[in-house]
């Protein structure tokens, strides 16, 4: 072979190698890509997990003033405490719980068989939380907060739906999972323009960098972002719920069920009017102290559904309470009503409450 061809030939020859070098890097560095997929794990993975006492002691760096710390000497002092505290906790993220007016379950839809679901960031919307003396209300710096009463309402971070086969299983859904449900925020205390004043009210805002909510009864994720695998378990969150493997859930390892009770009384068709209002009489005392609490005036129509003497869903109907602190107040306390067991499967009626 002359110069000429072999020189020719190397060219080939390194040229190849070095498509095949650059081919092998970029399958690695997809496959790198596809392992690097952010989740809520990896996200809150180097976060610091605090509750509302600690979150706090976080708000404290931002927001509490030192004018009233003592004499100059004093002032000075805070105020360097403050700016170090606040430094060092710059690049630090947290996994903090969101509060009562974080999450949202609308109502069933027939038509497209779904419930709406709807998060805001509420970390203190419906309790603020008391730092050097003052209420703040904590949400996300999306946007700036509303007030209705003394309830912050967060911008809404996240939207989405739920669907269920029936009308039957979403109401079961959400009378026995809903209630127990648990919300998680990962965030980051902002530098500038975290504190803000609304409606003579006093707040901070946060940076919300992901989020999940899910059943600690179960470990399920009804929503997350980034994605996220299941969440811890509690079974003492499941309440009376079976437990697949506990004793006496059927599979012969525990106990034997307990024997039937003797045939009751004749049960009535369904529930007359006068049980009706003798049963949501502490709805009506609890609606009336919910009020006093939040301070949100309405008017509305609670739809309740029973079944066993238990009430099994709560919808409202119309009016100004659904989706309010108020309204998840009176709610919790209809919840525990008890009323009469009849022959009837499952009955509804729709009660009116008015706050003023």
Request: aromatic share 6%; glycine share 10%; proline share 5%.
């Amino acid at each position: 072979m002359n110069h000429r061809g072999l020189a020719v030939a190397l060219t080939l020859t390194f040229g190849l190698g070095a498509a095949a070098d650059q081919v092998a890097r970029a399958d690695e560095a997809g496959e790198q890509g596809k392992a690097a997929k952010p989740t809520f794990e990896a996200l809150s993975k180097s976060a610091t997990r605090v509750d509302r006492g600690g979150i706090a002691g976080l708000l404290w760096a931002v927001s509490a003033s030192c004018d009233g710390a003592g004499d100059a000497l004093d002032v000075r002092q805070c105020r360097a405490i403050k700016a170090a505290r606040a430094d060092m906790l710059a690049d630090q993220t947290f996994i903090v719980p969101g509060d009562a007016g974080a999450f949202v379950v609308g109502a069933f839809d027939v038509k497209k068989k779904s419930i709406p679901l709807t998060l805001s960031g509420c970390v203190a919307c419906v309790e603020p939380i008391e730092v050097a003396g003052k209420q703040l209300y904590v949400v996300a710096n999306k946007a700036a907060p509303t007030f209705a009463g003394a309830v912050a309402k967060a911008a809404v971070i996240h939207e989405t739906t739920r669907t269920f086969s029936d009308e039957e299983q979403a109401l079961d859904w959400r009378a026995k999972v809903v209630p127990r449900l648990q919300t998680e925020f990962v965030v980051r205390l902002v530098e500038r323009g975290a504190v803000w004043q609304r409606d003579g009210k006093d707040g901070v805002a946060v940076e919300i960098l992901g989020f999940r909510v899910f059943d600690p009864c179960d470990g399920g994720i009804v929503c997350a972002s980034p994605a996220s695998g299941k969440a811890a378990v509690d079974r003492a969150a499941c309440g009376e719920a079976v437990v697949e493997g506990e004793a006496g859930d059927g599979d012969g390892d525990g106990e034997a069920p307990p024997p039937k009770p003797a045939k009751e009384a004749a049960l009535p068709d369904e529930l007359t009017a006068a049980q009706v209002k003798e049963g949501m009489k502490p709805v009506r005392e609890a609606a009336a102290a919910c009020f006093a609490t939040y301070g949100v005036p309405g008017s509305a129509k609670l739809k309740v559904t029973v079944s066993g003497g238990e009430v099994i869903a709560l919808e409202w109907k119309e009016g100004d309470l659904a989706d309010t602190p108020t309204g998840t107040c009176i709610e919790k306390a209809a919840r525990a009503v008890v009323f009469p067991k009849t022959k009837k499967n499952r009955q509804s009626f729709t009660y009116p409450i008015v706050l003023r």
